[in-house]
């Protein structure tokens, strides 16, 4: 299968700081990337969809200004979680989707601990 | 929109036997059907998939099968070992939408 490199794995800030994560294609271009979140137990909940070379659409309920999105080339996603506060502690992931043979591949997701 | 149900929720089952986890979708236009598998602490993983325009894929051990007409698709696994215990979560999309919807996930434990 194809690899999304997806860093850091785990990060653990101070309220009120911002965390930034990187969400990479590594053998294929994706126009196309996603960030989910997920709480323990549960689903994968989507946040945003990420367009290269144009604005993010946000799932309803999601804050645009709270979670940044960044989608400057065919290879890299980034998402900033701005002035990080405890409930947005939870698992990020993101997907990137390969135009050949339309497969969603998933990065190993971010751990995200905001003290 | 598009809802996937994914039953069971959990599932435990003995090592060698084999395990099916089954999720209905309600829109008929959905035509690819994906299964992940996650275990604690990654990302999910595609084991296998399948399109609309086939009933059955089968890789090694694992297999989808898929009915349209009943809107549901399965996924089997034979000769269970205790390394396939994850968590596994089935998903449909509309091709061209990249969107995919996911079911709840089951928590299958192989137990040895």
């Known amino acids: 299968g194809a690899v999304v490199s997806q860093h850091p794995s785990r990060v653990i800030c101070k309220s009120g700081t911002s965390v930034k994560i990187e969400c990479r294609s590594l053998?294929?271009?994706?126009?196309?990337m996603f960030w989910y979140r997920q709480f323990p137990k549960q689903s994968l909940m989507l946040m945003a969809t990420s367009n290269e070379g144009s604005k993010a659409t946000y799932e309803q309920g999601v804050e645009k200004d709270k979670f940044l999105i960044n989608h400057a080339s065919l290879t890299l996603s980034t998402l900033t979680v701005t002035s990080a506060h405890p409930e947005d502690s939870s698992f990020y992931i993101c997907?990137?989707?390969?135009?050949?043979?339309?497969?969603?591949?998933f990065g190993s997701g971010t751990q995200l601990s905001v003290l | 929109g598009e809802n996937v149900e994914q039953h069971p929720s959990t599932l435990s089952v003995q090592e060698g036997d084999s395990a099916v986890i089954k999720c209905t979708y309600s829109d008929s236009a959905s035509n690819y059907f994906p299964w992940y598998k996650q275990e604690l602490g990654k990302g999910p993983q595609l084991i296998i998939d399948?399109?609309?325009?086939?009933g059955e894929k089968k890789d090694q051990r694992i297999a989808v099968t898929l009915n349209k007409t009943a809107k549901h698709f399965s996924l089997h696994i034979t000769e269970t070992q205790p390394e396939d215990s994850a968590v596994y979560f089935c998903?449909?999309?509309?091709?061209?939408?990249?969107?995919?919807?996911f079911g709840q996930g089951t928590r299958l434990t192989i137990n040895p």
């Open positions: 399948i399109r609309s325009n086939v």
């Open positions: 997907s990137a989707f390969r135009d050949r043979g339309e497969k969603l591949f």
């Open positions: 998903a449909a999309m509309i091709q061209g939408a990249q969107k995919l919807v």
């Open positions: 053998d294929f271009q994706a126009t196309t």
